[in-house]
């Protein structure tokens, strides 16, 4: 039998500990830490201060941590040292097989042609079969390495056929301007300005060879503590995607003053064919299904070590 005064006891416990969960799911939300890249609509949002103005009013502040390339960004997302940020088709199959807390919240649609092959102009590499036996640079684990792959795989050569160099591009940038690669794999701004170094030619895009995707990702227990805030960040970015859009003179230059890339090498960026920084959505049956298949291509090549199933960790938003 609970006696009065034993009552009101627990009766404060309880109270104690609600108290003590309002204020950890306040302190949860008081923040967003997100991650982001030299390209892309969440360059324009920070640049603008969009996502700052969206939360204002409940108090939440936005926290940006820059990344050259998407492994390290999810590596961090995975651990919980980020919330949300942007990748590519690949970093993500590696995170995953890492075990790391992340789950997919949006995509986004890059140009068709957003990945560029630069090899040396006065190099031997002519064509696509030529790369047999050269030193091709990309960063390993990031949209590049199913670029490259995919780019040797039309002409029937394997990974096996070429000296891979696993480079972050600001290192692939100096070793290919030193010399001391042979080719390139990246993605724009970076391909957008290697492409202006007049001693590199271009031997292909990823226009026909690889489909354009790239993921939102959020760290699972941020995104499932706080499943509206991921919803309004989306459509936040949605938002300024479409007005970016609308505005390739002003977007050019709000992206080169954020991202120091010269406004006439963004405008490149921006006016690829199939640009539309507006195209953020949910995870659609088709970008699952390309997901699953990339990830099924890289573990049939011994890339991954292991099989995976890209639902598991796909974030489906309350209707």
């Known amino acids: 039998m609970i006696t009065r005064r034993r009552g009101l006891q627990l009766a404060g416990i309880a109270a104690t500990g609600l108290l003590l969960g309002q204020t950890t799911a306040k302190a949860a939300a008081q923040k967003i830490r997100i991650g982001w890249q030299k390209f892309g609509v969440l360059a324009l949002a920070k640049q603008q201060g969009a996502l700052e103005k969206r939360f204002a009013d409940r108090g939440i502040s936005i926290e940006w941590s820059e990344f050259t390339s998407g492994p390290p960004l999810l590596e961090a997302l995975g651990a919980g040292s980020l919330d949300f940020g942007p990748t590519g088709d690949v970093p993500p199959l590696?995170?995953?097989?890492?075990?790391?807390?992340?789950?997919?919240?949006?995509?986004?649609?890059?140009?068709?042609?957003?990945?560029?092959?630069?090899v040396q102009k006065d190099g031997p590499t002519q064509g696509?079969?030529?790369?047999k036996g050269v030193r091709l640079a990309y960063k390993r684990g990031s949209s590049?390495?199913?670029?490259?792959?995919?780019?040797?795989?039309?002409?029937?050569?394997?990974?096996?056929?070429?000296?891979?160099?696993?480079?972050?591009?600001?290192?692939?940038?100096?070793?290919?301007?030193?010399?001391?690669?042979?080719?390139?794999?990246?993605?724009?701004?970076?391909?957008?300005?290697?492409?202006?170094?007049?001693?590199?030619?271009?031997?292909?895009?990823?226009?026909?060879?690889?489909?354009?995707?790239?993921?939102?990702?959020?760290?699972?227990?941020?995104?499932?503590?706080?499943?509206?805030?991921?919803?309004?960040?989306?459509?936040?970015?949605?938002?300024?995607?479409?007005?970016?859009?609308?505005?390739?003179?002003?977007?050019?230059?709000?992206?080169?003053?954020i991202t120091g890339v010269p406004e006439d090498v963004t405008r490149v960026t921006l006016t690829r064919a199939g640009s539309d920084l507006g195209q953020i959505a949910t995870v659609s049956d088709a970008a699952l299904n390309y997901q699953q298949q990339l990830a099924d291509d890289f573990r049939a090549l011994g890339v991954l070590p292991k099989s995976l199933k890209i639902s598991d960790i796909v974030w489906r938003p309350a209707a």
């Open 94 to 118: 590696f995170a995953q097989a890492a075990r790391g807390d992340l789950l997919y919240v949006g995509t986004y649609r890059p140009p068709s042609a957003f990945h560029g092959l630069l």
């Open 128 to 131: 696509l079969a030529d790369l």
């Open 144 to 257: 590049a390495h199913n670029f490259a792959f995919k780019a040797l795989a039309k002409v029937g050569l394997t990974p096996k056929d070429v000296k891979e160099v696993d480079l972050a591009p600001p290192d692939a940038a100096a070793a290919f301007k030193n010399g001391s690669i042979d080719a390139w794999a990246i993605w724009d701004p970076y391909f957008a300005i290697a492409e202006q170094d007049p001693k590199a030619r271009l031997l292909t895009t990823s226009d026909g060879i690889v489909e354009a995707w790239g993921y939102f990702l959020g760290n699972g227990a941020f995104t499932k503590a706080n499943p509206q805030i991921v919803s309004e960040i989306l459509d936040e970015l949605r938002k300024v995607g479409t007005a970016a859009q609308q505005d390739i003179d002003g977007t050019a230059k709000a992206l080169a003053a």
